[in-house]
T-cell receptor, first 117, second 114 residues
Framework: GESVGLHLPTLSVQEGDNSIINCAYS??????FIWYKQESGKGPQFIID?????DKRQGQRVTVLLNKTVKHLSLQIAATQPGDSAVYFC????????????????FGQGTILTVHP | KAGVTQTPRYLIKTRGQQVTLSCSPI?????VSWYQQTPGQGLQFLFE???????NKGNFPGRFSGRQFSNSRSEMNVSTLELGDSALYLC?????????????FGPGTRLTVL
């Protein structure tokens, strides 16, 4: 059938605001979740991760929240800066037998974050 | 430590040709995964190699293949190229490929099929 391009959600914020990017995941067996940032012309860059036995993890200016009940993940960026403008992806990794995902991450569609000075 | 490197960065091929892309993982990483990124389908898993063995494969036709060498460097090959193979091909490495290992991505190879 005809393929349809992904229409990525967009989030536009002012510099200094806090940003919240949301992600719904589908696999209840997923054990590990990661947020990546991808700038134009570059590969995805690791931001922060969280394991399924946690519901919150903080990094430098970023916080990830995990709600396993509704299978929802969010990334909060504090004091957003123009350099944060990028596409943000959540990714999930299943916990196959033996704790080995064999390298397979399932990515969300991504969210375009634009930060205005 | 040097990051994941991919060569070449850009490629232009015509339909029916074949192409080989190369990936050098972070030193000490033994697992290499490959992904295809397109505007229509997003990021999709192709396959993963560990210790020269393919351990996992995504839903791609047999035209897509890969291999890994004893130094953990990996190559992927696409034969009989189709227009729809135009994409950014990303390689990611991690230590052992366990569920909670972090995958680090290279800059990608942009393949255009004419």
């Amino acid at each position: 059938g005809e393929s349809v391009g992904l229409h990525l959600p967009t989030l536009s914020v002012q510099e200094g605001d806090n940003s919240i990017i949301n992600c719904a995941y589908s696999n209840s067996a997923s054990d590990y979740f990661i947020w990546y940032k991808q700038e134009s012309g570059k590969g995805p860059q690791f931001i922060i991760d969280i394991r399924s036995n946690m519901d919150k993890r903080q990094g430098q200016r970023v916080t990830v929240l995990l709600n396993k009940t509704v299978k929802h993940l969010s990334l909060q960026i504090a004091a957003t800066q123009p350099g944060d403008s990028a596409v943000y992806f959540c990714a999930e990794s299943p916990d196959n037998a033996g704790g080995t995902s064999y390298g397979k991450l399932t990515f969300g569609q991504g969210t375009i974050l634009t930060v205005h000075p | 430590k040097a990051g994941v490197t991919q060569t070449p960065r850009y490629l232009i091929k015509t339909r029916g040709q074949q192409v080989t892309l190369s990936c050098s993982p972070i030193s000490g990483h033994r697992s290499v995964s490959w992904y295809q990124q397109t505007p229509g389908q997003g990021l999709q898993f192709l396959f993963e190699y560990f210790s020269e063995t393919q351990r996992n494969k995504g839903n791609f036709p047999g035209r897509f293949s890969g291999r890994q060498f004893s130094n953990s460097r990996s190559e992927m090959n696409v034969s009989t190229l189709e227009l729809g193979d135009s994409a950014l091909y990303l390689c990611a490495s991690m230590t052992r490929g366990r569920t909670r290992d972090t995958q680090y991505f290279g800059p990608g190879t942009r393949l255009t099929v004419l």
